[in-house]
């Protein structure tokens, strides 16, 4: 019989064996993620002796979650809401982007030392420089300050992004916000401000003074589908990068607004999320993911 994903007839030798190296994904609700056909496809691709497996943990089931990667001598794992926090005081060690976000969602394990990573920042930036886009020594402002922003801000800032303005409502994100604008003024070169959200002349006046405008708020998806934080297309210049942080729906009401506004690049979030894959399975397997491939079968 032909395996459907290598096309190979008969049993495939090194792969899914006694030697199988597993990575695990731990979240609640998860089973809805693209994650485990990205890797697995890459995986197959690579003829790497590696699988990709979805487990429903929530915080209750994490200590013992995790005591597995160790028990199991698991490669590593991926961590989504709600452990992205929750899961730090499990781990042995954290990457100083994830210690600068207090959030982790790649865990690596070498021989029981568990250290853990975030990557979605790495994604951001990987994503802009495979669309030619340098924001180094540039400036941005960022609307938002959740799970999306938080990496973001703080990996804009370690490469070397020159001010971030950060905009967010008056809500249960205002203090996460104030965090990540202490943090990258203490840890990196990079000047940051809060702003609020609410004060539409100083947000048109940040929009209109950066290099790069990104919406982390997730507004523009499900419900807010039809929502938008800029309505009007002067607020944005040409010779920008409008990025926003959704991938469903492809094209954003946001981003609509700014290919109106005749900006230069505008993209969504796809590329992020590849992305951040590619640098958890770099540091889950020490090669490079079959990107183009991934890109084609997959997105
Ligand atoms: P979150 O709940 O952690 O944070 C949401 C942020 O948006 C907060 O700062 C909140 O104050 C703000 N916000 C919420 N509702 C708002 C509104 N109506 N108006 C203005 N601001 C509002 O969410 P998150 O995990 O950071 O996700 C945000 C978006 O980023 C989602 O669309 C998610 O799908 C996307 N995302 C994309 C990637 C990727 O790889 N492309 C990765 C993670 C998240």
Avoid at 183 to 190: D, G, M, R, V, Y
């Amino acid at each position: 019989m032909t395996n459907k994903i290598t096309g190979v007839n008969g049993p495939i030798n090194g792969w899914l064996d006694g030697h199988t190296y597993l990575i695990g994904l731990m979240a609640y609700p998860i089973r809805h993620s693209m994650s485990p056909t990205m890797h697995n496809n890459a995986f197959a691709k690579l003829g790497l002796n590696f699988t990709y497996l979805c487990f429903e943990i929530d915080n209750k089931k994490l200590p013992k979650a995790v005591e597995a990667i160790r028990t199991l001598d698991m490669r590593g794992s991926n961590v989504s809401m709600p452990n992205k926090k929750e899961v730090i005081k499990y781990l042995d060690k954290l990457s100083p982007a994830s210690e600068m976000c207090d959030a982790v969602n790649t865990i690596v394990n070498d021989n029981g030392v568990l250290t853990g990573y975030t990557t979605d920042g790495i994604g951001f930036m990987k994503s802009l420089e495979d669309e030619g886009i340098d924001i180094r020594g540039k400036k941005m402002c960022l609307a938002g300050a959740g799970g999306a922003a938080t990496p973001i801000a703080v990996q804009a800032a370690l490469d070397g992004v020159s001010e971030i303005e950060i905009f967010n409502l008056n809500d249960d994100k205002w203090a996460q916000a104030e965090k990540n604008v202490k943090t990258i003024n203490e840890k990196t070169n990079c000047k940051a401000s809060l702003h609020h959200l609410e004060d539409k002349d100083d947000f048109k006046r940040a929009i209109s003074e950066c290099d790069i405008y990104c919406d982390a708020t997730g507004v523009g998806m499900k419900p807010l589908e039809d929502m938008t934080l800029v309505e009007d297309p002067s607020w944005f210049h040409e010779d920008m990068t409008v990025f926003d942080t959704v991938y469903a729906p492809r094209t954003t009401k946001l981003m609509k607004v700014a290919q109106k506004a005749g900006v230069k690049h505008v993209l969504n979030g796809i590329g992020m999320m590849i992305e951040q894959g590619v640098a958890a399975f770099k540091l889950w397997t020490g090669k490079d993911m079959p990107t183009d491939y991934i890109r084609e079968v997959i997105f």
